[in-house]
């Protein structure tokens, strides 16, 4: 087996997570969506470390996790609080910019 | 290509790699497709989980411990706690707002994937480095060496991210009160004063069966009473009346228990 095999697979996870995205109406899965666009995009920045031979796509990796993390717990609040004032977590209901 | 350059992985590695990219795959699916908050969680945990042991195998030691703690450990746990604060109820709207929009969507997901993967293919990617040699004096130390020289810029600025999205979380879901909480003998005032209901709710459950909160109290005609049972739970549809049918199901249910018991038959005996 060829490390390329790996490439697939993430290209496989990003597009289910953006085919997700796009068809899921519940912000909190549509969220768990995009981290898993990130986490297939990690995969291949670590298959292409190995390819090349180098640390430097672990570390664009590494970065992208310490981003993922902020990203998560800024998406989390922001859901927490359309929530309190809406009671509802679809992505509908919140299509106008004011309550 | 110098010398060390290989052309394939061990057949251990390919055989796991088959078995756990299905399982990610899987995963993948069923994060999509599960109708459930918590279920998707929960498969998307998985499918992490499996990333994590691919990390590892491709010689990502740190990455993989890494991936395990931080997203299976933290970010997948926030994720549950805010399902469980805000979408316990909150199932997917069936209705389409834009017509045809998921199949479309599907589409557009289908069509991208075979792009990405086409270009993977057109690429000629046959033979690979591996990182016998990066990782000769140690994957962390490697990693240290090059996030404190080459990348220290990126590192700063990624503690500075760090510090925003903390003072950012507090600041979305920090609430200001922006009037006095009553106290107890302003509350106890103002009921006396509404008249409506002084005294103390009456207690739910029928004494004589069932004593549970989701059960409400009889009242002497024998209707079940609004009063006893919390509000959230009649607005969640939980609340087990037990007025009618189900005192007249355990009845039967006690008869037939009698009778296999042979009770009743030693009292048609003694009657005889």
């Known amino acids: 087996m060829n490390p390329v095999n790996y490439l697939y697979l993430s290209a496989l996870l990003f597009s289910i997570g953006a085919a997700g995205v796009l068809i899921r109406r519940n912000a909190i899965v549509v969220f768990m969506c995009v981290e898993l666009m990130l986490n297939a995009c990690n995969l291949a920045f670590v298959t292409f470390s190995r390819l090349h031979g180098n640390l430097d796509g672990q570390i664009i990796a590494f970065f992208t996790m310490v981003v993922a993390a902020a990203e998560v717990v800024v998406g989390l609040a922001i859901i927490v609080t359309i929530f309190r004032s809406r009671h509802s977590a679809s992505v509908d209901d919140a299509s106008l910019m004011k309550l | ?272």
């Open chain 2, 1 to 272: 290509m110098n010398a060390a350059a290989a052309y394939t992985t061990s057949t251990g590695e390919a055989f796991q790699f088959w078995v756990l990219a299905v399982v990610a795959v899987v995963g993948a699916l069923c994060t999509v497709l599960m109708k459930k908050a918590v279920h998707s969680a929960l498969c998307l945990a998985g499918t992490m989980i499996v990333l994590a042991v691919f990390y590892l195998a491709n010689g990502a030691y740190f990455l993989g411990i890494v991936q395990i703690v931080v997203y299976t450990g933290a970010v997948m746990m926030l994720f549950l706690f805010v399902v469980m604060l805000v979408g316990v109820t909150a199932a997917d709207s069936l209705k389409e707002t834009l017509k045809g929009q998921r199949w479309l969507a599907a589409a557009c997901g289908l069509g991208f994937g075979v792009l990405l993967l086409a270009g993977i293919g057109n690429a000629s990617l046959t033979s690979f480095e591996g990182l016998g040699k990066a990782n000769a004096g140690g994957n962390v130390e490697g990693l240290a060496a090059l996030i404190f020289t080459k990348y220290v810029f990126a590192f700063e600025i990624t503690g500075a991210l760090l510090i925003t999205a903390a003072i950012g979380a507090m600041v979305l879901t920090h609430r200001e009160r922006t009037e006095r909480a009553a106290t107890q003998r302003e509350q106890a005032e103002a009921r006396v004063r509404t008249g409506k209901q002084v005294p103390p709710l009456p207690a739910p459950g029928v004494y004589a069966r069932h004593n549970a909160v989701d059960i409400p109290g009889l009242l002497p005609d024998g209707t079940t009473s609004e009063l006893t049972v919390s509000e959230t739970l009649r607005a969640r549809g939980q609340i087990r009346d037990v007025s009618g049918e189900a005192l007249a199901d355990l009845a039967a249910l006690e008869q037939r228990a009698e009778a296999r018991l042979g009770r009743i038959e030693r009292a048609e005996e003694a009657g005889k």
